[in-house]
């Protein structure tokens, strides 16, 4: 499963760090992102980032934020700097599992509970 957190109200101007911590029975965590949703809006790519560490931007947060991972730890973190109240939404994270050394073409997909930013002007 996946737990995502940082998630907080913060005035127009700061910054929050999200982390989303992948648990349970993993071989290995390939892809990794962030998505939000905003209120009455589909929910959109912020960034993912590969097991190898190759990172994609989406279009929500450009120029201010930040994807990173620990493989060690099977942890995604989420940097967002210079906040806007447009940024305001549920932020989800999502993985892609392989489960078992034995299986290693078996993929399943992961979406954490979402954790809320309110950006306050």
């Known amino acids: 499963q996946l737990q995502a957190s940082g998630g907080g109200l913060v005035q127009s101007g700061g910054s929050l760090r999200l982390s989303c911590a992948a648990s349970?029975?993993?071989?290995?965590?390939?892809?990794m992102r962030w998505y939000r949703q905003a209120p009455g809006a589909q929910r959109e790519l912020v960034a993912g980032?590969?097991?190898?560490?190759?990172?994609t931007y989406g279009d929500s947060v450009p120029g201010r934020s930040t994807i990173s991972r620990d493989n060690a730890k099977n942890t995604m973190y989420l940097t967002m700097t210079s906040l806007k109240p447009e940024d305001t939404g549920v932020y989800y994270c999502y993985a892609v599992v392989t489960s078992n050394w034995y299986a290693p073409k078996t993929f399943d997909v992961y979406w954490g509970q979402g954790t809320q930013v309110t950006v306050s002007s």
């Open positions: 349970g029975k993993i071989f290995k965590v390939h892809d």
């Open positions: 980032i590969t097991s190898g560490g190759a990172i």
